[in-house]
């Protein structure tokens, strides 16, 4: 089955093609020198299992294979192959002691394993490593039956430590384990018969695919047991894309009839068709979807870049949000899919995976004092920080919204004070897991602030788009339950952090009096409804500058506390790691640098020989007191006049970093981006700065001066988002920009490098938006934007200048000291957009502290590098937040049937196809894609067939006897033209009718890159 083909694009470590008698070594032979090896004790005492546990804590064995065993340590996710769950008594029975001391002492380095597993004979004696044995023995339980999970009627732990033990995984690949060399093993159930594929392991040359060559191992009969070989055979056959069997025996494998031959997809799809069931619709047989259920999630922000001890400063206060949507997807008896809301009589569960609280070993937010009531101490019941960043937003009697009549300010509620904050919840009440909110069509969500002088007030801001199941702004860490051992946050380090976290919802029945009751089951593979999610949250990576010489000496000053303040820790604290004694110093030696600039106080009472508070009476600053910032809400500032009004907090901290390091790359675009904003990865062996992709030193200066930052790594954008993924494929469906920038930007010597931050956040994504005269967004008329036109127009339309060169060198493209230093004029020569005004004379950047950052007026839009109907919704549903005339925030936009456009390509910086194989920074997501996927292995946009039954070319069954019935293509840009606004009452009829297919082919042929 092995295919000696060159290594694919994108492909993990892809193991070389050998000669027969090289590979009969991949099968894993028992060495005679560990056969029928006896433990020298009975593994069953209590002392032996007792002194066992205490190997394996010491060892360090939980970071892989989890503090109970179960695979799922905090460095599994990264892992290829993955630890295997040493609590599955159906696996551990199969293996001898014998076998077991083997592997523990000579590790997985040598084929067929190649693991992460070390080889233990130098580090423990004898007696130790059969302790270790002895431990591991005892904590294996026999798992109920709702639990055991059978392939082929093979327990599947056991199947795939089949699949690792024989080499299989060598070459080929199985739930997305493995490698590339071979095809994906997880679908051979559907295309071949059980006998086929016993006769393919035990005389592999006897039927040679096309496109294969014979260069399996000949003797898999002799050197693998009779026992193994059945057990395998039934595991493969039972392989039927993910639809494993729940208990019992396995199903057929479908026959291939000759209806089916002719359902084989033609017409060029990313995807493959085949390996899903099929089913006659009025006569014509469709593929179904592969899960008749599905749930969509994401986050409403790009990334959450947020402190975990809050003892000196807070940025951005923690605030991480579980959203999602739920579809019921086509049926012969119902082939149109629907959007599920409670009136379907379903709740959605959520939580985060192995993350269930932050406050103690993993966060320091509510133990911080604060004075919340501004009585001018920090005793009072409340008093506490997490109570204290939200009292600026309020509410009158609910969520909703509502106002009643006569209201005034002694009848606000204000988050923080009225209503606190509990420990491990979010400032909506929303704890770490428990069943989500769901928003109608007006959104939810919804509280007030005051402006920015006090003229205006209550301003709502709608925080959840309509049609979401929300669970909102939840303290997440980056750091997974147990990470730390109980201990104290004085200890984290930076392989402790897990930025790319599991969240999971599922679907949950729910009875006549409202309460959730079981979870739902689906009815296409028996599995409980319960989808992953990633919800990416990393801490902003001050420490390495601020805690070194670096940003401690700026002309004729000289900052030294932060020495003070780290050898405090040092000194007092040794369990303290140096990455959080230099933590703690960044933040003093910010604060004292920010106290001689600009005059403040903060370290005004710092004490440097305090065990708490060190601060004094004033405690914590939160920079949002002075700095506005709308995506905290925060539209009014601290001392803040009209005469003297203060940076909003976004344009403060990027004007100071770009004026002052810059730090061009070989290519003249600027590195503090990714140095500053947070930098770790989803494996953690590539979280130390100053390694690997880092882009920083732990001196604090940038590693990609004589290269391209482009290929630096981790974070909130770069190795991670589909626009710096050189495996991304098109479509692009792309403007005259875009086409620029994927030729000029994106591609550097014939290789497709992605996109930098500067090249979306710049000023071109505002002067288009302040351009936009919109009408219809996905169908905009002549004179309504500037994103149709040519570069040449645009160009003239901006700077009133044919000068392309100079558009783009200023407006697309910018770098260090260019002409009119744009990176830095960017934020502080900023005007904010025309915004509507919020009352007489008053428009609404001039009633916010935080002017139109993270408003749309101030991001940029898909519409800037994409042709429509590859746009945002139309904006104005969510003012001040987005504008009518004007394209909304992808976060708010939907598509048809009022799905969400996250729900599809995912949140933005982690859009699908995120970047996989070496260096890739979020595998999660990745891992979320292919949950949807056809074929097991496309991980791009949704697709049609993820909801609706399609025909061979992949178009749904509403589409059929249209001009579209045979082309994938030009059926997603009509898919993409329909809106909630005016797209959901159309029939199919009257929908091809408003879209021809002409105009949508037309849009393919001309903009599909």
Known sequence: MAQATPEPEGADTVIAILADEQRERWSAQLPETYADIEPPFSLDEQSVVAAGETVYLEQNCAICHGWTGKGDGPFSPGMNPRPIDLTDAALMNRLGNDYLFWRLSEGGLQPPFLSAMPAFEPMLTQEKRWQAIAYLRSIGTEPSEEEIVLVGGVDFQVGMNLLQTHGCLACHRYNERGNFVGPDLQQMGAKYSREYLHRALVDPSADIPAG??????????????????????????????????????????????????????????????????????????????????????????????????????????????????????????????????????????????????????????????????????????????????????????????????????????????????????????????????????????????????????????????????????????????????????????????????????????VGEDGTPGDPIEDAYNGDIVSFIGTNPVDIPNCVWCHSSDRANRFGQNDYRLYQTEYTYWVENYPDISDYMARLSASMIGILEIHDDKHDTDFLAEYDPDAATNRLGSKGPVHCADCHGDNVQGRLRSTDETPEEPLNPLTESIHMVHLSAVADQDAFGRTQSCQMCHPTHMQNPDLNISGEDFSPINQDGTPRFSEGDIRNAGGGCYLRRDAHTNPDARPPFFLNAVGEYLLAEVATEGGELRGLYCTNCHNHNAQALYHADTLVHAKNPGEGETLRSLTLEEIARAVTGSDDVETYVAYYLDPKVGGEGNPLVAFYKDHLPAALPEVAEGASYADASAGEDWWLAAGEPHCADCHVAPFVESMGGAYFPIDQQGKYSLFRYSKGHANIACQSCHESIHGLYSVRTGEGAADQTTHEQALQFSPDGEYAGPVTCVACHAVNSDGVPSQLLGTEYENDYWASVVLMHFITPEDGEEMTPEELVEAYPYERSRGIVEEAMR
């Not at 303290?475 to 946050?489: C, E, Q, R």
Request: aromatic share 10%; glycine share 10%.
């Open 212 to 509: 294969f060559t014979d260069t399996m191992p000949k003797n898999y009969a002799e050197i693998i047991s009779a026992e193994d070989l059945g057990l395998l055979t039934n595991f493969l056959a039972g392989s039927v894309g993910d639809r494993s069997t729940a208990g019992g025996e396995p199903e057929e494998p479908p026959t291939e009839t000759e209806e089916a031959v002719e359902l084989v997809a033609t017409s060029g799809l990313p995807f493959d068709l085949s390996g899903l069931a099929t089913a006659d619709f009025n006569g014509q047989a469709l593929f179904l979807p592969p899960n008749f259920y599905n749930i969509f999630i994401n986050y409403e922000l790009g990334m959450h870049c947020v402190g975990f001890d809050m003892s000196y400063c807070c940025v951005i206060p923690p605030y991480n949000s579980i959203q999602a949507q739920a579809v019921r997807g086509s049926s012969v008896e119902e082939p149109m899919p629907k959007l599920l809301s409670p009136d379907d009589g379903v709740a959605l569960k959520y939580g985060v995976e192995n993350n269930t609280y932050s406050e103690g070993d993993k966060m320091q937010y509510w133990s911080i004092a604060k004075d919340v009531n501004g009585d001018g101490d920090m005793d009072d019941p409340g008093d506490n920080f997490a109570n204290y960043v939200w009292t600026h937003l309020y509410i009158y009697e609910d969520l909703e919204g509502s106002i009643p009549d006569g209201a005034t300010e002694e009848d606000r509620l204000h988050v923080g004070q009225e209503i606190r904050v509990q420990k491990d919840h979010g400032p909506s009440g929303m704890p770490m897991e428990g069943f989500a909110v769901y928003a109608d069509e007006d959104g939810g969500n919804v509280v007030f602030t005051d402006s920015r002088y006090g003229n205006l007030s209550n301003i709502p801001l709608i925080l959840t788009a309509s049609y979401l199941w929300d669970a909102l702004g939840l303290p997440l860490t980056a750091f997974d339950d147990g990470v730390i051992g109980g201990g104290s946050h004085r200890t984290i380090d930076e392989i402790h952090f897990q930025p790319y976290q599991y969240s999971r919802v599922t679907l949950h029945e």
